[in-house]
């Protein structure tokens, strides 16, 4: 018991004498486990809202419909093959035009019956379910049209009430709503010189009437189509269903299976998952590029501080169980507040395009993101342990408490070309000739985050096309853009804390040699800029890499794993990029300016 | 050998030091009065914390005093801003280290000419000068060697050669041979001697009798404040192993 006091205590005093450094490190392990949560709650998230909006909804395994009345009979006949188990329809469906508040769209009009249906009854999100004279609407179409419970609707000249709105695991989403009805449907962008059959439908979206409404509108409108859904005794074998009865009513049944469904539904969802991962990839190098820098940092100084715990007759258990302990406990805090902080940022991303996959699920943490956060935490606190102990235990007392901070490096040509530069670009290539494993972690920081911002860019301008395009609904390039948003924050904030603690590793390291520039002449302002300059030299050169080839090679790994096409998009223009490099290096020079300010000032005759 | 001048280069008076307040007050240095003239070599002698270190960071202007004044060549400097106290450091005062203070991983001669770069002297300019002063020193085998691959006594040689880059007009020594063994000491002892004969100012803080022996004068301190004043007689012979006991 004295030994586990004895072991805490020694870990809080070391943390109260390096607050800035305990709480940079906390930071960057912080940001890490966050982003890995956030990943790894919207993978979950992804394809979980269908699923639990086909187990609310009863949802069919396949959905069979057909276009002419006398197909009718086919269609029924379906309904009792062999494998299905449940039914319902076949309801009648009719091709429109919706007006609500000045928008008008097309839509499709199923009629059902008021009472609950065993297979796909809609679950309904707000209001009631159809009642004569009262519609329902697909909850994503609605989002997209602005329209409300209460809002008159005009449909084939009537005029109904919205009286609820719903969601399905039979049809995907609008606008990705599956066509079933005769005229047939067009989805996406249409050339306005392109004359299109008037009974097509273009993006249609879904209403439900009673069968009574949808059969009085039927007849100014186009005919009835049919739709039958069914359950199967294997639903996993919907597709093997479809195959074998394919041949009983020579093609004139259309079917598709729940599979064909769920990968239209989450077919939003995974690309705003796919930007994430992207983007927690970039983020997790960033949060490696930290951690390497502090923990590295951290072990060199403690390699002094094993020594003097040996000295004073500690064992190297003892040694290892007070270094463990301290990065422990950095470790499970960030990592309960990652899992927290992502856990809870995750719905905010989810929400909206679960409903557009037609659930009101949420994401959650489940047990193997607990466990993977959590591992990859105390990973680096392990790590982090294990090399300071073991050089410590492998090295003697007297040695290891002799051990000053890491020789520094001597780069002859750098040093040889500083010599005609002025003080301050003097001694900021020594400062950085010094350390060049640092100046690259700097530099691959900067290209990382540019590269990610240069994505971001070209992103952003293609969502600001969609609504023209039809790729993507206004509803869905809000969720995309709320992707984004979420990805550019998280990313500038890593690439700021990445910035400030390499300056200040860098401050810490150099503050012997930055005593001595001073006694040898060296004007604080010299020194501070000396420090700021060692760190924005490298960002310049990151920021001109992270476009190109980092943006590019970025861009081009994105389209190659989303199978985009990078002809649709607009790369930006020489201006932007010029902007972006330069912004980014003035960021820099200012998130470096206080730890360097204080670095040019800190007294030279505590130092020497 | 040069003769020291009566003018006062560096001046100090009232001097002091303090650290802290009330029952923990520590009057490092307390009301220090020194003259220094051109050429002349003083040697500050006294214990472990006595001041001695502290009284050199304030008459190079590292550290800030509590009171009194520095002045150098006439001109008060301790209350001149940072910026000022920096280009005089390059100008006019430099220091030589018990640590020696020389960067890792530059050779002696980037060591040496660093002091000239920072001067604004041209590269060449620098470099020449350096060369010179290692030739001079006896190290011009040794140019191109990493500090760690000196030895303590030519390590402190490189320092020196350091501090006379610019032609300061006072050298400040803090414990020179602190770090050294007696065959290095001899050494930089030698060294000392050929810089007062060149007529460099010098004030050596220590508490090594041998090396206070090589001086024109020497003060005792203890407890922040000069507490005797020595003229020596004859100052340096030029064979100093004799004379401090290290030679045959």
């Known amino acids: 018991m004295g030994r586990i006091l004895l072991v805490i205590r020694l870990a809080l005093r070391d943390f109260r004498r390096r607050r800035t450094e305990a709480a940079l490190l906390l930071i960057a392990i912080l940001a890490a486990t966050t982003t890995l949560t956030l990943g790894l709650v919207l993978r979950d998230a992804a394809s979980d809202p269908y699923e639990s909006t086909r187990a609310a909804t ?129 989805n996406g962008a249409i050339p306005e010189d392109q004359n299109l059959p008037q009974a097509l439908l273009h993006n249609p979206g879904l209403v439900w009437l009673t069968q009574a409404d949808v059969r009085s509108l039927a007849a100014a409108q186009a005919p009835i189509s049919y739709v039958l859904n069914l359950k199967l005794a294997d639903p996993e074998g919907a597709q093997a269903f479809v195959d074998a009865t394919a041949g009983g009513h020579s093609g004139a049944i259309r079917m598709q299976t729940w599979q064909s469904i769920l990968a239209a539904a989450t077919e939003l969802a995974r690309d705003s998952q796919i930007l994430l991962l992207i983007g927690a990839w970039l983020l997790g190098l960033l949060a490696v590029a930290s951690l390497s820098v502090l923990v590295g940092g951290r072990m060199a100084d403690q390699t002094r ?51 557009l996959v037609g659930s009101a699920g949420t994401a959650s943490l489940t047990v193997s993101t607990v466990g993977v956060v959590t591992a990859v935490a105390l990973g680096v606190a392990v790590v982090a342990t294990a090399v300071p102990a073991v050089r410590g235990a492998r090295t003697s ?57 240069y994505v971001l860019m070209v992103l952003n301008t293609f969502l600001g096309n969609q609504p023209g395009t039809g790729a993507y609904s206004d509803a869905q390039v809000t969720v995309l853009r709320h992707v984004l948003g979420v990805w550019t924050v998280i990313l500038l904030l890593l690439a700021a804390v990445n910035a400030i603690v390499i300056t200040w590793a860098t401050v810490l390291d150099n503050r012997h040699a930055s005593a001595l520039a ?91 | 050998m040069s003769e020291a001048t009566d003018t006062p ?68 400097v301790d209350n001149l801003s940072e910026k000022a106290l920096s280009r005089m450091r390059r100008a006019d005062i430099s220091y030589v280290f018990q640590s020696f203070h020389l960067m890792e991983e530059l050779t002696a001669v980037e060591n040496v000419e660093l002091s000239a770069l920072m001067a604004g002297h041209s590269p060449r300019a620098a470099r020449r000068r350096a060369e010179e002063l290692l030739d001079q020193l006896g190290l011009a085998g040794r140019s191109r060697f990493l500090p760690s691959a000196l030895s303590g006594g030519q390590r402190q ?75 020596l007689t004859g100052g340096t012979t030029g064979k100093l192993g004799a004379l401090v006991g290290l030679g045959d």
Request: glycine share 12%; proline share 6%.
């Open chain 1, 58 to 186: 009863s949802g069919p395994d396949v959905v069979a419909s057909v276009g002419r009345s006398t197909d009718l009979a086919a269609l029924e006949k379906l309904a009792s093959a062999a494998g299905v188990t449940e039914h319902s329809g076949p309801y009648p469906v009719i091709g429109g035009k919706l007006e609500v508040s000045g928008r008008t769209s097309d839509v499709q009009v199923e009629g059902r019956d008021a009472t609950v249906a065993v297979v796909d009854q809609p679950e309904v999100t707000q209001g009631s379910w159809v009642s004569d004279g009262g519609a329902v609407l697909e909850a994503a179409f609605a989002n997209s049209l602005g329209a409300s419970v209460g809002d008159p609707v005009t449909l084939g000249g009537r005029s109904f009430e919205v009286v609820g709105l719903a969601v399905t695991a039979a049809m995907p989403p609008y606008p990705g709503a599956s066509c079933i009805v005769a005229g047939g449907c067009v």
């Open chain 1, 305 to 355: 501080r094993v020594g003097l715990l040996k000295a004073v007759g500690g064992t190297p258990g003892l040694v290892a169980a007070v270094l463990l302990a301290e990065y422990l406990l950095v470790a499970l805090v960030a990592a309960a507040a990652g899992l927290v902080i992502g856990a809870l940022a995750a719905p905010l991303l989810t929400e909206s395009s679960a409903g």
């Open chain 1, 397 to 453: 007392t007297v040695s290891a408490l002799a051990d000053a901070a890491r020789p520094p490096r001597r780069t002859g040509w750098l040093i040889a070309l500083s010599t005609r530069l002025p003080v301050p670009l003097l001694l900021a290539l020594r400062v950085a000739a010094r350390r060049p494993r640092r100046v690259v972690l700097g530099m691959a920081s900067i290209a990382v985050t540019v590269s990610g911002i």
């Open chain 1, 518 to 608: 001073r006694a040898l002449g060296a004007t604080p302002r010299e020194v501070s800029v000396a420090l700021a300059t060692a760190q924005v030299l490298p960002a310049l050169v990151g920021a001109v890499l992270g476009v190109f080839p980092g943006g590019f090679l970025l861009f081009a790994a994105i389209n190659g794993i989303t199978g985009g096409d990078s002809d649709k998009t607009t790369l930006p223009v020489p201006w932007q990029l010029i902007t972006l490099m330069l912004v980014t290096v003035l960021a820099v020079a200012g998130l470096t300016a206080v730890p360097a300010h204080l670095g040019g000032r800190r007294p030279v005759t505590d130092v020497l």
């Open chain 2, 9 to 76: 280069v560096l001046r100090a008076r009232a001097l002091r030091k303090e650290y802290g307040k009330g029952e923990g007050l520590v009057r490092a240095v307390d009301g220090v009065d020194l003259d220094v003239s051109a050429g002349e070599t003083v040697a500050i002698m006294g214990p472990s914390g006595c001041g001695k270190s502290t009284l050199l960071h304030l008459l190079g202007g590292l550290d800030r005093p509590s009171g009194g004044e520095v002045l150098l060549n006439g001109r008060r």
């Open chain 2, 157 to 231: 040689r490189v320092a020196v050669a350091r501090a006379l880059s610019n032609q300061p007009l006072v050298v400040l020594a803090d414990e020179p041979t602190g770090n050294l063994d007696s065959a290095a000491t001899l050494d930089v002892l030698q060294l000392f001697n050929e810089l007062h004969e060149y007529g460099q100012t010098l004030v050596i803080v220590t508490h090594d009798a041998r090396i206070a022996a090589t001086a024109d004068r020497m003060f005792s301190m203890r407890d922040g404040t000069f507490v005797d004043e020595t003229r």
